[in-house]
């Protein structure tokens, strides 16, 4: 049975790599990428610890399976103990009231359409106010819309922008009084 070829081929150095960037290389891939994102765990991190000692001195949970166990719903089966709580020194709580603090802080809601589509609702609702069939049929109405599609768009803008749609609905009541 022939060997194969690479076998037979010597090793050789290769002095264009840099070994050293190399191990450096290697070493970030295998390192834990837990939420580099949140400031307050990636200033409590410590290199030299695992990342399980990292999170238990943190107060968080590795694996949220052991930390909740879920339990037996039927409940009249076999009672088994349960595995307590550990009793492991949180030595960075900080870390956890920080993120609370951060979690508690209400967002601001962004959403929005774009300038097209509202000037596209606006058009529709200023030539044909809730007639969306006739809406369809516009000229302007350039992707075909169906009366539905239109009908969402219309709920969207309502939705995202309440007070420009009560704006931009009174000069139109006061056309159809006159």
Do not use: C
Not at 74 to 86: I, L
Not at 144 to 166: A, F, G, M, N, S
């Amino acid at each position: 049975m022939p060997k194969a070829k690479q076998s037979k081929r010597r090793k050789k150095f290769n002095y264009n790599t840099n070994r050293k960037k190399l191990k450096l290389k290697f070493k970030k891939a295998a390192a834990p990428r837990i939420e580099w994102q949140v400031a307050q765990i990636r200033h409590a991190w410590n290199e030299r610890k695992s990342v399980a000692q990292n999170l238990e001195e943190m107060g968080l949970a590795l694996d949220p399976n052991r930390s909740l166990p879920v339990h037996n719903q039927k409940g009249d089966t076999m009672e088994v103990d349960a595995p307590e709580a550990s009793t492991a020194i949180i030595k960075k709580p900080y870390v956890v009231n920080e993120m609370e603090a951060e979690a508690s802080i209400p967002q601001q809601h962004t959403k929005t359409l774009s300038r097209d589509m509202i000037e596209y609702v606006q058009y529709m609702i200023g030539n044909h106010n809730e007639n969306y069939k006739e809406m369809a049929k516009d000229e302007k109405n350039y992707y075909q819309d169906t009366p539905k599609q239109i009908r969402r768009k219309v709920e969207l803008y309502k939705r995202y922008h309440p007070e420009e749609y009560t704006t931009f609905l009174q000069p139109l009541k006061g056309k159809k009084k006159d």
